[in-house]
């Protein structure tokens, strides 16, 4: 009798939601499983989520919460609120190649891949409270944008790239990028991280 095969397919891909409905009925039929997540830098093996037990921020699968440094919620931080790689490290006194080393190790520590899932998670860790003023103003900005914009904006947010959204909303790319340059006009902000607060402070996210 031959012997039961159990796959495990890995992928680092920057919607969780969207690709656990997808997958749900096929791997599920077909005793697939489907982990979602990134491998740690330099490879080697480390549990992954599942799609059936995607976790708060900051935790890991098993509800453990995610081993974080102090210095490491410190860049986290600064990350959501807008600031690139020199600024950060001319704010906490250390040097381009060691500010970089840190935000790798939050993407595969927190499983994201771009600065939307970072801002995502130091948000949901409740570490952008003191920034809630500025997020009213932006919110009463926010009024001015049409459907569709807010439509792109919660793409932005979730961490979706011009051609991703373009395919989703079936537009051109140059298109969408019309809408994210009037959306940027508009709330007079131009970088992921602050798109990425307004869509969370106005309950897109």
Not at 31 to 38: C, E, H, R, S, T
Not at 56 to 80: C, K, M, N, W, Y
Not at 166 to 190: C, P
Request: hydrophobic share 40%; no cysteine; glycine share 10%.
């Amino acid at each position: 009798m031959a012997k039961s095969v159990k796959t495990e397919v890995r992928a680092a891909l920057r919607d969780e939601k969207r690709v656990s409905v997808a997958i749900a009925a096929g791997g599920a039929a077909r005793g697939i499983k489907v982990l979602i997540g990134a491998l740690p830098a330099g490879g080697g093996t480390r549990i992954l989520r599942k799609p059936d037990q995607l976790t708060r921020a900051g935790e890991r699968p098993d509800g453990r919460s995610t081993h974080l440094t102090a210095r490491e919620f410190q860049v986290l931080r600064l990350i959501a609120k807008g600031l690139h790689n020199r600024e950060i490290a001319a704010r906490i006194h250390r040097s381009i190649k060691t500010v970089e080393k840190h935000r790798q190790n939050l993407h595969t520590k927190l499983s994201t891949h771009e600065v939307a899932g970072l801002t995502r998670q130091a948000l949901a860790m409740g570490l952008m409270d003191q920034l809630r003023g500025s997020a009213r103003g932006l919110g009463k900005a926010a009024k001015q944008l049409t459907p569709r914009e807010l439509e792109v904006l919660k793409l932005v947010a979730q961490g979706s790239g011009n051609k991703w959204i373009a395919s989703e909303l079936g537009r051109s790319i140059k298109t969408v990028d019309h809408h994210r340059e009037n959306i940027m006009k508009k709330l007079g902000i131009h970088e992921v991280a602050s798109l990425t607060r307004l869509a969370f402070s106005i309950g897109l996210l």
